[in-house]
């Protein structure tokens, strides 16, 4: 039994993921099935979730993620790539920022980004609450 498997043109890993997690990505409010007796959490808080591959998989991670972050009181999630946040990392709510490297350099989704960063002012950081998840 053989199996012969392609990615079609035009087409990432992720749009599948996309059209399953269709309300998350147009920042519809997520749908909270679960009380969430988590501290820390204010009911209405946004995310922002920051995503930088070459393939697709950082994508579908944060898609996920948003897809939970309403079990821990996030009910809307800005899914952007990472290149889209230069300058303007935002302070009013928490940022997560999902990235693979390749070769010790930035996924393509991230090289401006990145670039951006080198030459930041620490006041152009200042107030942002972030996370970062190495994806390898």
């Given at each position: 039994f053989h199996m012969k498997v392609r990615l079609r043109r035009q087409r990432r890993a992720t749009d599948f993921a996309q059209k399953l997690h269709a309300p998350v990505a147009s920042q519809v409010p997520l749908i909270n099935h679960h009380q969430s007796n988590r501290?820390?959490?204010?009911?209405?808080?946004?995310?922002?979730?920051?995503?930088?591959?070459?393939?697709?998989?950082?994508?579908?991670?944060?898609?996920?993620?948003?897809?939970?972050?309403?079990?821990?009181?996030?009910?809307?999630?800005?899914?952007?790539p990472l290149g889209s946040a230069v300058g303007k990392l935002p302070t009013d709510n928490p940022v997560i920022i999902i990235t693979a490297s390749y070769n010790g350099e930035?996924?393509?989704?991230?090289?401006?980004?990145v670039a951006w960063l080198k030459t930041?002012?620490?006041?152009?950081?200042?107030?942002v609450s972030f996370s970062v998840f190495g994806c390898g």
């Open positions: 501290p820390n959490t204010v009911e209405g808080s946004r995310i922002t979730i920051l995503h930088g591959s070459n393939a697709g998989s950082c994508e579908a991670l944060a898609l996920r993620l948003a897809a939970d972050a309403g079990e821990y009181g996030f009910t809307k999630s800005k899914i952007e930035p996924a393509d989704e991230a090289s401006d980004f930041a002012g620490r006041d152009e950081l200042s107030g």
